[in-house]
């Protein structure tokens, strides 16, 4: 099974557009989306994908009721951090952040080698991160919305191999 993971599009619509164009050719099966979506109309074009999409909220998301009504609208989720997903063989685990950097990546540390998840997934720093810590495999997608720290990235995840693509977006 693969999983396009984005987070952090903060309501840039060029790379939202780009997002949509890669899960198109790519064609994983769902999108994992780790918080900081902004507005709705930001979510819907990213379901324009054709592809199911399973959302968190992040510390910038205001219009909660909106984005939940768009979500289930349109046969997608969006849910409170974190988030326990068991999606093929995996057991993963989905949070945004929060604070300083360094307070996310020790608690994403943390969760890790608790041996609990076979995947942890996170966003918030706008900074790409994988890493194998024991059996957990962890990934930061960076952000999609690019700018702040580098410039904009997502990933494909293959959960049967556990393997990450790092795509420029």
Not at 10 to 29: F, G
Not at 118 to 137: A, F, N, P
């Amino acid at each position: 099974m693969r999983v396009a993971v984005v987070s952090d599009t903060h309501d840039n619509l060029v790379n939202v557009r780009k997002v949509v164009e890669v899960v198109k050719e790519r064609d994983p099966e769902l999108i994992v989306h780790l918080g900081d979506i902004i507005s709705p109309f930001t979510l819907q074009e990213l379901m324009k994908a054709g592809k199911r999409v399973i959302a968190l909220y992040g510390n910038n998301d205001g219009e909660r009721l909106k984005l939940r009504e768009v979500a289930e609208k349109g046969g997608s989720e969006i849910h409170e951090p974190p988030l326990i997903l068991e999606l093929g063989k995996r057991r993963i685990l989905a949070i945004h952040g929060w604070g300083p950097p360094t307070r996310t990546r020790a608690l994403v540390r943390s969760l890790a080698l608790s041996g609990d998840y076979d995947v942890v997934l996170y966003g918030h720093t706008h900074q790409w991160h994988l890493e194998k810590i024991g059996k957990t495999t962890v990934l930061n997608p960076g952000s999609a919305y690019g700018l702040l720290f580098s410039e904009p990235t997502m990933a494909i995840l293959d959960l049967d191999l556990l393997s990450v693509e790092k795509i420029k977006i």
